[in-house]
């Protein structure tokens, strides 16, 4: 009896860097109190988020993030891993991850929604659970429309 073994061609894709992943989260900031250091955290992610391919919405507004962020299955992973790592005080809820076949975003998108009366009309569009945003409330479904209302205007200029 003969048995043979080969290793694995090195070209061979074993751990999902073929399939693109969707994955959406909302947070409560409890942990970042100044502006500053927001815009430095800000800074680190996307750095780290374009070093390993990976696209983002960010919406953040009053203390909440909502951020929809796509890649490979491993980088997924790895982020996902890093973000409940380093930043354990913001409670990351997942409310949507799917596989997709291209990509929505493009680079790393930040929209800070204030309470002025335009930004309040992104704020409650898509949803209907009253009359304060808290993406808490609102279903994955609506928290999806929300960013895409958000970034409609850089999506439709997608290169």
Excluded: C
Excluded at 13 to 27: D, N, P, Q, S, V
Excluded at 84 to 109: M, Y
Aim: aromatic share 12%; proline share 3%.
């Amino acid at each position: 009896m003969t048995i043979t073994t080969s290793q694995p061609s090195k070209d061979r894709k074993t751990h999902g860097e073929h399939i693109l992943i969707h994955m959406t989260y909302i947070a409560k900031n409890v942990e970042l109190n100044s502006g500053i250091e927001l815009t430095r955290a800000l800074e680190y992610w996307r750095r780290y988020f374009e070093e390993n391919d990976i696209v983002s919405a960010l919406v953040i507004s009053e203390g909440y993030f909502v951020q929809s962020f796509q890649g490979t299955r491993p980088a997924i992973n790895t982020a996902l891993a890093k973000i409940f790592d380093e930043h354990s005080t913001i409670f990351p809820n997942i409310v949507n991850i799917e596989e997709i076949e291209s990509r929505q975003w493009n680079g790393f998108l930040v929209k800070h929604l204030t309470s002025s009366v335009e930004d309040e009309e992104y704020a409650l569009k898509s949803f209907s659970a009253g009359s304060d945003y808290n993406p808490y409330l609102m279903t994955s479904t609506q928290i999806e429309s929300f960013l895409t209302a958000v970034f409609e205007d850089a999506d439709s200029n997608k290169s």
